[in-house]
């Protein structure tokens, strides 16, 4: 009889790990979240961080506004965040792997060989083109932020983890906490808010006019980008990233799409993206 129970209770164990395991379950889960979705994610924790921030703190997220000095004629803002000490600009990037770079250098470095443009680079534009509706908002009152996942290992250059300095790199997980202690570190240095609810309220709302939501627009604003960046790619010796997913690819990879225009249409893709076309 206790041979007979060992049995049934060993084939029941069996079963159970194979098919009703939570923890397995929950393993595959986040092994298959399919690429094209990995940003949408990234987007929906840092909007979570943002929801921390106290309500008088104003904040706008994939806001599109002219920008005369652009290729395209736009710039695109991941997110704005307007306070009583200062405006924050940030530019979110959903890389995977250990990312190298200071301040002075144009080009950073993914995994120590794939080349990215340097993102405070990227970010000075977008706070050009919020300066230009915004004529009160002076650089010194603008802080650039650049938020990564935590895929991601920061080798970069020590003043930009400082919380003193107006341009910071922090993961998406830290948002809130390193705009509380930036807040806290310029209200030592200010007698009095530099904003007023009023005044924030007002830049909220010339942020907002001048949002551009036109779908047409918008859609041709990124495709104009696309078009920039193969160009770019083509005329040089850098790898590219894949069209679909993102991911960095080598440069045999960027040479085989580009040599195959009648399969890839001058875009390119990674080997798992290849086999789709």
Known sequence: MVSIISKLLGIFSKKFNATDSPEVDCKQDKNNVPPTRIGDLGEYKI???LDQLPKKYRYLSDIMIPNPISITGFSQIDHIIISPYAIFVIETKNYTGTIYGSRDKDK?????????????NQNFGHIKAVQSLLSNAN?????????FSRRCIFKVDLNLRKIQSNELIVYDTELSDFITRKQNVLRLLFNAPIYTEEKIQQMYDILSRNNITDKEI?????KNIK??????????????????????????????????KERFKGSIYCFEHQREI
Do not use: T
């Open 139 to 147: 650089v010194s009152n603008i802080v650039s932020m650049v938020s």
């Open 47 to 49: 909007n979570i961080q």
């Open 218 to 222: 918008r859609e041709q604003h990124i």
């Open 108 to 120: 950073w470095l993914i995994n120590g060989k794939f080349p990215m443009v340097n993102p405070f």
């Open 227 to 260: 078009m920039n960046r193969k160009e770019s790619e083509s005329k040089s010796n850098f790898p590219a990233s894949c069209e679909n997913c993102g991911k960095m690819v080598s440069d045999k990879v960027r040479r085989y799409c580009l040599a195959n």
